[in-house]
């Protein structure tokens, strides 16, 4: 099992930019696994921002593309998320997610809250 620990995140103003990290504790499979960045915000569904394959492929969700950026260190074991242009409609609860090894891990998540 990997225990997944996010820091980064706050408040921030509509335009502004936030970093979040995560780092992996635990096996992680190498050769194969995927991490990412979901949100929650209050009322809504969970939904994935960004994700990242051990290989190097990454994928976005279409309200963050171009604006947002999912980045790894391997050597770390940690993903990254830059986010700029923030909207208030960005504000939510941002989780970190790895799948390796078959199993799937969440982080306790960050909030970042976006003011206009």
């Known amino acids: 099992q990997v225990r997944l620990v996010e820091s980064g995140g706050g408040s921030g103003q509509a335009g502004g930019s936030l970093r979040l990290s995560c780092a992996a504790f635990?096996?992680?499979?190498?050769?194969?696994?995927?991490m990412g960045w979901y949100r929650q915000a209050p009322g809504k569904q969970r939904e994935m921002v960004a994700g990242i394959f051990s290989g190097g492929d990454i994928t976005y969700a279409d309200s963050v593309k171009g604006r947002f950026t999912i980045s790894r260190d391997d050597a770390k074991n940690m993903v990254f998320l830059q986010m700029n242009s923030l909207k208030p409609e960005d504000t939510a609860l941002y989780l970190c997610s790895m799948v390796s090894g078959g199993y799937g891990s969440w982080g306790q998540g960050t909030q970042v809250t976006v003011s206009s």
């Open positions: 635990g096996s992680v499979d190498r050769d194969f696994n995927v």
